[in-house]
C-alpha cells in the first residue's frame, strides 16, 4: 500500500505541527484512524490544516503520507516504561542495541519478537480445549440434541464435545495475532520485518485470530503459564494498539498507535506494587467496585489502590498528559477529593509524568481537611532514579496508611475477590 513516493510527517505527542498540506481524504483517513488528534483547518486556507496528537504514539499510514507521532520523552524512556510494564524489564536490561534511536514501532516489533522467541524457547505452552466433532465411535460428551438434529440419532457418526491436548491455545494466539499486526505495518524496517517473521514461524500449528483493539482478551495467570506473563502482556498491548485497514482505495490506511496513558498507569501501579511489597490481590489491577453516591449509582474508578481487608486504605491516579504552566488541572483535584470522601480516607495522591507546570505539591482542602498529595515521575531520568522516586512515594503511602506493610496488617480473612 505504501509507495516509495510517500510524504512524511513527524509530529511530538502535545506538540502542533501548523500548515500541514493534505488532501481531502487524508484529512478523513487521519480522523478517523486517530480520532484524539485535533486535525484544524489552517487560517487562510483551505488545504492546509494544524494537526495535534494527544498522547498515543506511534506510526499512520495512508498510500502517500506517512505520519509518525514520537513521544514527548525519550526514546529510552519509553522503552524502559513498556518494558517494566509487561514484567520485561530484567530481559529489556540485557538488549543494549535495542536503547537508542529508530522508530517507536520498529523499536518495539523487535523487542516484542525476541521476548516471543524467549518466552517459546522451551516449546510452545499446550493445555485443553473443548472441540465438536462427529466421530465413529463415541469420545468424550454425547451431544444428543445435535445427532437428532443432524442424524436422527442414527449412528455412527456420533456428534460429541471432547477435550483436546492442543498448542493453539489463546495464549499462543495472542502471540500471533500480535505479529501479524506487526508485520502488516508497511512502514516497518527490513531488520524487524525480518524479526518478527522469524517469530512467526516459532508459532506454526496455532490458529490466525483476529482481536478488536477494544475487546483484546486477558488471560488468567497461573503456575503452568506464569513465564508467558511478559510476551501476553506485550501483546496485548501492541493488539490494543492496531487499527488495521481503514478502508479499500484513496482512503486505504493503518494505524499503529501506543496509548501512553496506559503505558504509564501500567507502569506506576507494578513498580509501586514492587516497591510496597504487595500482591497483586493487595495492589490490583482494578480497584475493588465501590460507589461516590449512597444510592451506588456513580462508580468510582481509581487507576491506583492499596486494599487490605478488603477494605481501599490508599487510592491514587497515575497522570501523564500535557499541562499548562500553572500547576495540576482543577478537575484531577476534584477527583480525587472526590475518591477521599466516598471512601473514608484522609488522603490521594495523584502521580505526574513531569512535564513542565508540574512539582511535588500537597493541598489541604478548606473546612475537611483532607489532602490531596501532587507528586512528578522525571521520565527522562535513569531508571534506577526514576524506580528510586517511586521508591520514596511509596514510603510515603506506606507512612499515612500507618507504617504497614499489607501482609502486617491483612486480617485472617484474606481478600478473595480483589484479584
Partial sequence: ???????????????????????????????????????????????????????????????????????????????????YACEAAEWFDAQPDLSSGGEIVDM???????????????????????????????????RFEEQLRRRFLMAPPVEVRHDVFTTDILENRLLLAALIALVRLPSLSAVAQREVARAQRLLGGVMRAHFAPSAVPAVVLTRLNHHYEAAVTLARVLLQAA????????????????????????FVRRALRA???????????????????????????????????????????????????????????YQMLAYEIALGLPTGTLIYAADKGITSAEHVVANCGKHVRVVAL???????????????????????????TPRESRPASGLAGFN
Avoid at 525476541?114 to 469420545?139: C, F, I, K, N, S
Avoid at 462508580?299 to 489502590?305: R, V
Fill in 275 to 333: 516497591s510496597l511489597g504487595a500482591s497483586e490481590g493487595e495492589f490490583p489491577n482494578k480497584a475493588p467496585l465501590s460507589h461516590m453516591d449512597e444510592a451506588r449509582q456513580v462508580a468510582l474508578k481509581p487507576d491506583l489502590s492499596w486494599v487490605v481487608g478488603g477494605r481501599i486504605v490508599w487510592v491514587g491516579d497515575a497522570k501523564y498528559k500535557r499541562l499548562s504552566e500553572q500547576a495540576s488541572p482543577n478537575a484531577d483535584l
Fill in 243 to 266: 487499527a488495521l485497514d481503514l478502508g479499500a482505495g484513496s482512503a486505504q490506511g493503518v494505524a499503529f498507535l501506543i496509548d501512553m496513558n496506559t503505558v504509564f498507569e501500567k
Fill in 108 to 142: 518495539l516489533a523487535v523487542i516484542y519478537a525476541r521476548l516471543v522467541e524467549r518466552t517459546t524457547r522451551r516449546g510452545l505452552l499446550a493445555g485443553y480445549l473443548e472441540e465438536d466433532d462427529a466421530l465413529q465411535a463415541p469420545r468424550g460428551r454425547i
Fill in 378 to 404: 522525571d521520565l527522562n531520568a535513569p531508571p534506577k532514579a526514576v524506580l528510586g522516586r517511586v521508591a520514596e512515594i511509596a514510603a510515603m503511602i506506606r507512612e499515612e496508611v500507618g507504617g504497614k
Fill in 1 to 83: 500500500m505504501l509507495r516509495a513516493s510517500s510524504r512524511r510527517l513527524t509530529l511530538t505527542e502535545f506538540a502542533k505541527m501548523e500548515a500541514v498540506r493534505l488532501t481531502s481524504e487524508e484529512c478523513d483517513a487521519l480522523r478517523v484512524l486517530y480520532p484524539e488528534m485535533r486535525v484544524e483547518p489552517s487560517r487562510g486556507s483551505s488545504s492546509h490544516y494544524d494537526l495535534t496528537p494527544t498522547q498515543r504514539i506511534g506510526i499512520l499510514c495512508l498510500p502517500n503520507l506517512v505520519v509518525e507521532v514520537r513521544p514527548k520523552i525519550d526514546m529510552p524512556a519509553v522503552l524502559f516504561l513498556v518494558s
